[in-house]
């Protein structure tokens, strides 16, 4: 049986979230976080070139918030899942 990784996606303006997520993710070999980001429209362009299982976000940033970022995404690939962080 083939052992795939979980691909993320992080988001959140403030990057002491961002680096607090991996280090709660470090150690566990399922999970690979493929992009990273404190820019949410950054975010919706870097998916749309990388590939990726699950996208991590804030709800509340400038520009964009979680919601409308999630809501944009799911338009361009909906077999993506999300969760947003308080």
């Known amino acids: 049986m083939k052992n795939t990784k979980i691909r993320l996606g992080i988001v959140d303006?403030?990057?002491?979230?961002?680096?607090?997520?991996?280090?709660?993710l470090h150690g566990h070999d399922q999970?690979?976080?493929v992009i990273e980001c404190t820019q949410p429209l950054q975010m919706a362009e870097l998916i749309s070139k990388k590939n990726i299982d699950i996208l991590l976000t804030d709800v509340m940033m400038p520009g964009?918030?979680?919601?409308?970022l999630s809501k944009a995404v799911h338009q361009k690939s909906r077999n993506k899942k999300y969760w947003h962080s308080p």
């Open 13 to 24: 303006d403030h990057q002491i979230v961002i680096d607090g997520l991996k280090s709660l």
């Open 31 to 33: 999970f690979e976080v």
């Open 64 to 68: 964009l918030n979680g919601a409308e």
